[in-house]
């Protein structure tokens, strides 16, 4: 779960992809999209405030495979086909879905909303890999077609019971009660707190033992050597500024 991200894979893969090969319907085109929100988190949170009574939180985008990080439409225009967005390139499908998700909202202003979040998750064969949940693609490649299967569910239609175990708990665990946990995981912003703290105590055990060193008369030489010309250079020139 990534809490701040400037991917726009959706908007600038996803949403082209499935729009030019008719399986989804849509009148923008490829210029109008690019002059909206930059990124996909800032376009859902900006539909979400301005449509926020028809869209209760906590709710979540359809989930998509990753791979369409990589995929863009077909470059001659070709439906059913797709192309690499990097030296027609497509990285491997069907091992980890992506999606979004918004948690929280204040109880006294329903368009002040929590971030929206990106969420991936590896791809369960047993729930994930189904034929209304897999989309074929052909992809030309090397003088050769190749078939594309990424995963996508293409509407809220299409039962997934893997995200829906995945909202129930987030829901569960976020709290509004701590400003910076407000739509957020509360195990992880715990967890975050300790590795924090612990870094902040080594941290100080570290410099303390580096001035220990540095000032033991037994082991002056061994310090001496220890460190490089640069930095002896830096400690000396700090030294002589401080005094002057």
Known sequence: MTKDTAARD??????????????????????????????????????????????????????????FLMIVPDFQKREGYVGGAIRNKITPERLFVKSYIQLSQTAYDPQLRSNVLLLDRLVYPDFDLRQDTTTGFNHSYGGADEPVQPIIFKDNQVRNPVQELVMLTLGSMTSNSVPELFGHNKPLFIADKVAKWHNEEMRKIIDTTGKWLMNSPKLRHFVFYMSTFRERRSEIEGARRDNI
């Open 10 to 67: 959706f908007k600038n893969h996803v949403l082209p992809v499935m729009v030019s090969n008719q399986l989804w319907k849509s009148d923008l085109s490829q210029e109008q999209l690019s002059r909206i929100p930059n990124t996909d988190r800032m376009l859902l949170q900006t539909l979400s405030v301005f449509n926020h009574e028809s869209i209760p939180v906590p709710w979540s985008l359809i989930e998509y495979d990753s791979s």
